[in-house]
Each structure stands twice: as C-alpha cells, then as structure tokens.
C-alpha cells in the first residue's frame, strides 16, 4: 500500500491540472455573443478582443441626426463642443438628449440613456437603455435606427454600427432585425437606388438643409447631383434652393475642388440672405458628400465673379458648415 500511494497522488494531480486547464481554455475563448438566462443574446467583450474608445482627430463640432418640424425628414444638424478626441460620445449623448431647440425633433425615445460604446474592429456597439424601445410606429424605429447608424459613421473609423438595448441584441423592433450590425445607409431620405446621391434642399420654413436621394446617371454622381438640385425637390414640402432655369453648364473637379459653372439664372432671386444662404450652403453640403471633395468654387458663365447679391465672396472655393444649429 506505501509504495501505491504516490502513484494515486500523481494521478490524482494530473486529472486536476486537466480540469482547470479546460476549464481556463473555455473561459478564454468564450464567444463574444453569449445567451443570457432568458434564451436573448449578450454581447461581452473577451481579453481576446481588441476593443477600442471612438477616438480620433479633435473634433469641435459634432454631426447629429434629428427631424424637421413635422418628423417627416432625417437632416444633420452640427452642435459646437469643446475641442475633443472623444466626440462620438458626445455625439450619441446628444442625439439621445434630443435638440435644445423646437427648431427640429427628437428621433430618440424621451428618457434613453447610453450604456455603453466602444469600437471593435471598425464595427462601434452602442448600448442603450430599455426606453430606447418605446417608440410608437415602424416609421419611428426605422428614423431611430437610421439616425444612431448616420451619427456614429460620421466618425471615418465606424464603418458599421451595432445596437444593443442592456447590452443585448434585438431581434424585433418593430419589424426590424437588430441582430446584426448596420453599414451607414447609401439613402438618408427619400428611395435607394442602385446608384445613389444625396441632394440638398431646404425644409419647408427654409432654416435647415435636407438630404434627399437621387439616382446617379450614366456613372458621373457628381453631375448628377448638380442636376437634381437644379432640378428642384421632388416634395412639395421641400424647398428650392436654386433659382428656376438655372442651367449648368460645366463641372469639372481640380484637385479637392469641384468647379461649377451655373448660367446666368443662378442670381435671379436677385437678393435676400435666406435664398443666398440656401444656394451656397446646398451647393456646399451636396458636392462635399463626395469622399475627394472638399470645396466648391462657384462660376456664372464661365466667369469668377466676386460677390453673390447679398455679398458672398464667391471669389475663392466655398467651403464651411451647414446647418448650424448652436
């Protein structure tokens, strides 16, 4: 029996380190979507993920998402923060507190708080408290859904956008699947086209740009975009920010600029600073969508002047903020 003892401890050691090694491989390689008691999937991050603040170059404005007057249309409107590196944050603090003006509309149920946010990958997990869930109609949830997704990927690192509620997933929010991530959405307002461009108008009282889509033609969405402003909105509770019969007729891109040659009809308002306003904040907001452009240089019949009616120097590319709201 003295001489059987030690091999029985041995044995009895070895089985124990199995156990725990086992037992440590499960714990470390635990899938980073779990199921909780009541069968719903939470999201945890392991040691193993790599997971990362927001974080970027400093920011001292943020772009968030609400709705006009009437709820009917998404537009971005910019907030001044202090200068940041952590301005998602603050950006999804703000879509969540809603605007502190009656100018726009929240998007987002009144008492949703932020749980959580960090970026995985290029993927940004947004966790909201159960408020977030309260909305009245699909209409709502899908303005809801489209606004948390727009606001986050106006960050260059967040190429796709998954929302939790208490850290789980969602699997049915009024018709809509949340179970997996969302990539930034090609239309803001108005239908997806195989090949879309975002044109701005003005909403109905002419103190915000809206984003509306249009279809690209013969492959040239810069073009096209130009065209469909002129064109006008195609709501009539949209307003034109072009003056009707403006033709165009050249564009062509230099470098980060795009030039723009519009015929002598573009100064037909003939004054008023809300209409100058619209013109060259539509014109700057629509050709600064394009990822290569970051200036807009005006001409009338082929020629720089100096000023619009109401004293824009149009001498030197725009450029600037649209927007604004404080």
Known sequence: MAKKLPLMLVSFLLISMLVL???????????????????????????????????????????????????KYLLPVNISIEPTDRAAKIAVSK???????????????E??????????DSTAYVSLTKEFLQVFSADEAKKAVKAITLTLTEFPMVKMVQI????????DFHGLNLESALTRPKSINGPTYEKTVNVYF?????????????????????????????EGPPEEDLTRTIWPGTRLLDIEVSGKTVVVDLSKEVVGYGGGSTAENLLVSSLIATM??????????????????????????ISKPLTGQYNMLY
């Not at 600064?288 to 120097?313: C, H, N, R, S, Y």
């Open 21 to 71: 090694t086992g037992c440590s491989k499960t714990e470390t390689n635990k899938d980073s979507q779990s199921l909780d008691k009541t069968g719903k999937q939470e999201v945890t991050a392991t040691l193993d993920d790599e997971v990362r603040d927001i974080s970027g170059e400093t920011r001292s404005y943020v772009t968030v998402y609400y709705t006009d007057v009437d709820g």
């Open 95 to 109: 879509l969540l507190a809603g605007p502190e003006t009656e100018q726009v509309r929240p998007v987002i149920p």
């Open 111 to 120: 008492g949703t708080k932020l749980r959580d946010l960090y970026l995985k």
């Open 164 to 171: 939790l509620v208490d850290g789980q997933v969602v699997t």
């Open 202 to 230: 003005g909403d109905k009282n002419a103190n915000f740009l809206v984003p509306y889509s249009a279809p690209v033609q013969n492959d040239d969405a810069i073009k096209s975009a130009v065209q469909a402003l002129l």
């Open 288 to 313: 600064t969508q394009f990822e290569d452009i970051e200036a807009v240089q005006l001409l009338i019949e082929g020629q720089k002047i100096e000023m619009l009616p109401e004293g824009t120097d």
